[in-house]
T-cell receptor, first 115, second 108 residues
Framework: DTGVSQDPRHKITKRGQNVTFRCDPI?????LYWYRQTLGQGPEFLTY????????KSRLLSDRFSAERPKGSFSTLEIQRTEQGDSAMYLC?????????????FGPGTRLTVL | GQSLEQPSEVTAVEGAIVQINCTYQ??????LSWYQQHDGGAPTFLSY????GLEETGRFSSFLSRSDSYGYLLLQELQMKDSASYFC?????????FGPGTRLSVLP
């Protein structure tokens, strides 16, 4: 396993369209996170999964955003009715979930451009 | 509210030592992480402090004072490849809040 992978790497869409991104974490990692990052800013937490359970979700997250991790392995992030403000890099990360080790391994990200 | 503050930019020369400070304000706190991100790359983990004190990993060290809501990342023997953005992040539960980042430029 070479690390966290994300697909697609780039997505250009028109305002109002729906988009879906996929994340494949490191195979033995039970924790999976989604973040959004805009230029010059730090990653912004979106949601967190422990195995297949979505345990945390940002209160700032619009209802247009939904994420799943159906079998506790890969995850998808869907954005419905995209808006220009959704343009950003969407990052996925995974971790083993050890008590005093919060090391997250980030994927390369999906860059979304909404026209 | 919940927030982190770190300097926006730091410049140093090769071989020098640089300290990047991070202060945070939050009602819930488990620990403080540091990540490095090169332009166009993904964040990579540097360190995590759950307890007060200094953690050393090679050329990098990280410090945490929970009572002062303060931490820092210390980079020694700077190399050109250390030029990158550095983010501190605190977590409560598994909700991670990242700071705005500090852009480090290492000059020859």
């Amino acid at each position: 396993d070479t690390g966290v992978s994300q697909d697609p790497r780039h997505k250009i869409t028109k305002r109002g369209q729906n988009v879906t991104f996929r994340c494949d974490p490191i195979s033995e990692h039970n924790r999976l996170y989604w973040y959004r990052q805009t230029l010059g800013q730090g990653p912004e937490f979106l949601t967190y999964f422990q195995n297949e359970a979505q345990l945390e979700k940002s209160r700032l997250l619009s209802d247009r955003f939904s994420a799943e991790r159906p079998k506790g392995s890969f995850s998808t992030l869907e954005i419905q009715r995209t808006e220009q403000g959704d343009s950003a890099m969407y990052l996925c990360a995974s971790s083993l979930g050890l008590a005093l080790d919060n090391e997250q391994f980030f994927g390369p990200g999906t860059r979304l451009t909404v026209l | 509210g919940q927030s982190l503050e770190q300097p926006s930019e730091v410049t140093a020369v090769e071989g020098a030592i640089v300290q990047i400070n991070c202060t945070y304000q939050t009602s819930g706190f488990y620990g403080l992480s540091w990540y490095q991100q090169h332009d166009g790359g993904a964040p990579t983990f540097l360190s995590y402090n759950a307890l007060d004190g200094l953690e050393e990993t090679g050329r990098f060290s990280s410090f945490l004072s929970r009572s002062d809501s303060y931490g820092y990342l210390l980079l020694q023997e700077l190399q050109m490849k250390d030029s990158a953005s550095y983010f501190c992040a605190y977590n409560y539960g598994q909700n991670f809040v990242f700071g705005p980042g500090t852009r480090l430029s290492v000059l020859p």
